[in-house]
C-alpha cells in the first residue's frame, strides 16, 4: 500500500515486507537540520518584531512580578524548581513550537545575542527555566538558549528516536504494526502509559515504546 501524506509525498511500504504498513518519511518541515547557528550576529528580526510587540503592554507586569517576588537578579528567577516562578507549570515541561521560525537568544530579552535559530514548527523542547515572557528551551541535542513564549505551544510532540520506528494498535509489542516512522520525524503526543505513549502523524497513528521518543518524561502519564 502506498499512502499519501498532506505535504505531497508518497509514504512507501516499511521494509517488513507487510504491504499495509505505512511508512512515515521525512517530508519538508521533517528534515534533521532543524536549526542554525547565528553566525552573523543579529540580534532580531522583523518576524520576532511583530510577534513580540503585541505583547510589548504585558512587560512591565513580570517586572512587577518580580519586584512582589523579592527578586533581586536574574538568577533567583530561574533557579531550579519543581514549579516556574512565572506559570506554575512544572519545570522542566515539554512544549513545542508555534513558529515556524525562532530566534534563541542568550538572555531573556531582544538585547541579547541570538545563538541559534529553530526552524522546525512543531519541534519538541524541553523548558528548563522562566523570567517574564521568555523561556529557556534546549532540544534533544542540549542546544538553546531563551525564547519569547508568543514562538511556544502547548501542545505536545516528540520526535523520533529510532530508525523505521514500528507503531502498534496497542501498548503491546506483539500486537498488529499500523505504521513505521524514521529517525527525526516529529508526531503528535497522544495518551501515556508506563511505558507506552499513542503517537500521530499524516493520518497515521499507533503505540510506541516510550524509551523510543524525545519530547515526553520518563515517568510521564497521560490520558
Known sequence: MVAQDGTGHKNRSAATGTSD??????????????????????????????????????RGRAVALCVALGCTSLASMVAASERGP???????????????????RRGPSLTHRIDWVFKRRGM????????????RVRDQDGAGGWVHYALLSGARTVLVQE?????HARADEQAPVTAALEYGVVARLGDCALTWCEVSVGGFSGWAP??????????????
Do not use: C
Open 21 to 58: 504498513v505505512a511508512f512515515w518519511p521525512f517530508g519538508a518541515e521533517n528534515r534533521p537540520g532543524f536549526r542554525s547557528k547565528n553566525l552573523a550576529g543579529l540580534t532580531t528580526s522583523r518576524s520576532e518584531q511583530a510577534v513580540i510587540r503585541k505583547f510589548s503592554q504585558q
Open 86 to 104: 512565572v506559570t506554575n507549570f512544572p519545570l522542566p515541561r515539554y512544549v513545542s513550537m508555534k513558529a515556524a521560525e525562532a530566534n534563541v
Open 124 to 135: 519538541p523542547l524541553e523548558v528548563t527555566a522562566e523570567f517574564g515572557h521568555w523561556r
Open 163 to 167: 530508525d523505521m520506528l514500528t507503531l
Open 210 to 223: 516510550k524509551s523510543k521518543l524525545w519530547g515526553v518524561m520518563p515517568d510521564e502519564i497521560r490520558e
